[in-house]
């Protein structure tokens, strides 16, 4: 077993998954129990990183059993950034430490591996690694559209080991309710693969039957159940999500897009621009935009027109349970509700569930 340091980060189910494969590929089976040392680097504050520092130092420095090599696994460090407790300058000084033992390099037999989220490149800790270590980074796509084209390919990628066929449309709804975080993708289509035993054929009903929605994906459920004019479902989102300590102006601005989508497709339907479809696979739509419109169309951030079919199709859908009037009227209600969570003390609860009362009623 080569002595050595690795340093892993990036996307949180891909590093833990390829820091395992790493300690598993250096130690066999057989060895672990004596030659395979994991040490927990989360830390909820200054106190447990500094410790969690000082146990990975000691482990480094100390001879394998019967003096045969060890690894060490340092395992999700949190604090590797510019977080509240990465800031400390007393978790700085310990990091720092840990920085000039890799540069002098580990004594013999030893082997290091560090797996992170997320390590700040600016740090003299990223830069002793870039110079001594193995350094596989596995990068988090910043730009929205650069996430979900990541999250589609893995999706399709599950999907295909798993010998899953989705039909049309199943994809999308199933990043929609799931999101573009990849542990998240992995355990869903593993559950839903034992939820369809046998079957191969993966349709929308499934998704909607067994598919969790993450927190992230929630907002977009309370916007879902407005738009569907579903106010208990509506409720029961709002309180969970609330609860989970999601940001109410999120909420809110997630429901003036939503307002604002239905107003636009309304429009549409009521000027015979848009039909809305509905066929083996879902709701659908055929747009029949005039020309002198189109230059319009044109000039949205995002074309209308240009969007997922399915999404388009349930859009369409929802805008049809509300008129053209009821619709003004929702946007005129969610701004004032904005404006209430934005200078007033009133708790957010009391501003958000009258509100989707209000609209939905």
């Given at each position: 077993?080569?002595?050595?340091?690795?340093?892993?980060?990036?996307?949180?189910?891909?590093?833990?998954?390829?820091?395992?494969?790493?300690?598993?590929?250096?130690?066999?089976?057989?060895?672990?129990?004596?030659?395979?040392?994991?040490?927990?680097?989360?830390?909820?504050?200054?106190?447990?990183?500094?410790?969690?520092?000082?146990?990975?130092?000691?482990?480094?420095?100390?001879?394998?059993?019967?003096?045969?090599?060890?690894?060490?696994?340092?395992?999700?460090?949190?604090?590797?950034?510019?977080?509240?407790?990465?800031?400390?300058?007393?978790?700085?000084?310990?990091?720092?430490?840990?920085?000039?033992?890799?540069?002098?390099?580990?004594?013999?037999?030893?082997?290091?591996?560090?797996?992170?989220?997320?390590?700040?490149?600016?740090?003299?800790?990223?830069?002793?690694?870039?110079?001594?270590?193995?350094?596989?980074?596995?990068?988090?796509?910043?730009?929205?559209?650069?996430?979900?084209?990541?999250?589609?390919?893995?999706?399709?990628?599950?999907?295909?080991?798993?010998?899953?066929?989705?039909?049309?449309?199943?994809?999308?709804?199933?990043?929609?309710?799931?999101?573009?975080?990849?542990?998240?993708?992995?355990?869903?289509?593993?559950?839903?693969?034992?939820?369809?035993?046998?079957?191969?054929?993966?349709?929308?009903?499934?998704?909607?039957?067994?598919?969790?929605?993450?927190?992230?994906?929630l907002a977009w459920d309370l916007a879902d159940a407005f738009g569907k004019r579903n106010l208990k479902q509506a409720i029961l989102v709002l309180r969970q999500l609330l609860f989970q300590k999601e940001s109410s102006m999120r909420l809110i601005i997630g429901l003036e897009g939503r307002v604002r989508d239905l107003?636009?497709?309304?429009?549409?339907?009521?000027?015979?621009?848009?039909?809305?479809?509905?066929?083996?696979?879902?709701?659908?739509?055929?747009?029949?935009?005039?020309?002198?419109?189109?230059?319009?169309?044109?000039?949205?951030?995002?074309?209308?027109?240009?969007?997922?079919?399915?999404?388009?199709?349930?859009?369409?859908?929802?805008?049809?349970?509300?008129?053209?009037?009821?619709?003004?009227?929702?946007?005129?209600?969610?701004?004032?509700?904005?404006?209430?969570?934005?200078?007033?003390?009133?708790?957010?609860?009391?501003?958000?569930?009258?509100?989707?009362?209000?609209?939905?009623?």
């Open positions: 077993m080569a002595s050595g340091i690795y340093l892993i980060f990036g996307d949180e189910y891909i590093v833990s998954t390829k820091a395992k494969q790493t300690a598993e590929s250096l130690v066999p089976p057989e060895s672990r129990a004596f030659g395979l040392e994991i040490i927990d680097g989360t830390a909820e504050n200054v106190d447990s990183a500094m410790k969690a520092v000082d146990k990975c130092l000691e482990a480094i420095q100390t001879v394998g059993f019967m003096g045969n090599s060890k690894v060490v696994w340092f395992r999700n460090v949190n604090f590797l950034h510019d977080s509240v407790t990465g800031k400390s300058e007393d978790v700085k000084e310990r990091v720092e430490r840990l920085a000039e033992v890799i540069k002098k390099g580990l004594p013999e037999g030893q082997t290091l591996i560090i797996s992170s989220s997320k390590v700040d490149k600016r740090h003299a800790f990223y830069k002793a690694c870039s110079d001594a270590a193995n350094v596989q980074e596995f990068a988090v796509p910043e730009k929205t559209y650069q996430s979900d084209k990541q999250a589609a390919q893995m999706a399709s990628d599950c999907f295909r080991k798993a010998g899953l066929r989705p039909e049309s449309g199943v994809q999308e709804l199933f990043l929609e309710k799931v999101g573009s975080d990849t542990r998240q993708i992995v355990n869903e289509v593993e559950k839903l693969s034992v939820y369809l035993g046998g079957r191969k054929e993966v349709r929308l009903a499934d998704i909607n039957a067994i598919t969790s929605s993450s927190r992230e994906v107003m636009l497709y309304r429009e549409a339907m009521d000027n015979g621009w848009l039909i809305s479809k509905r066929g083996g696979y879902g709701p659908s739509v055929q747009w029949n935009v005039p020309p002198e419109i189109d230059g319009a169309f044109a000039k949205f951030d995002k074309d209308p027109r240009k969007g997922n079919p399915f999404r388009m199709g349930i859009l369409a859908e929802q805008a049809k349970k509300f008129t053209a009037r009821e619709l003004q009227k929702c946007r005129k209600a969610v701004l004032e509700a904005h404006e209430k969570l934005v200078s007033s003390d009133i708790p957010e609860q009391t501003i958000l569930e009258p509100l989707l009362v209000k609209m939905i009623s």
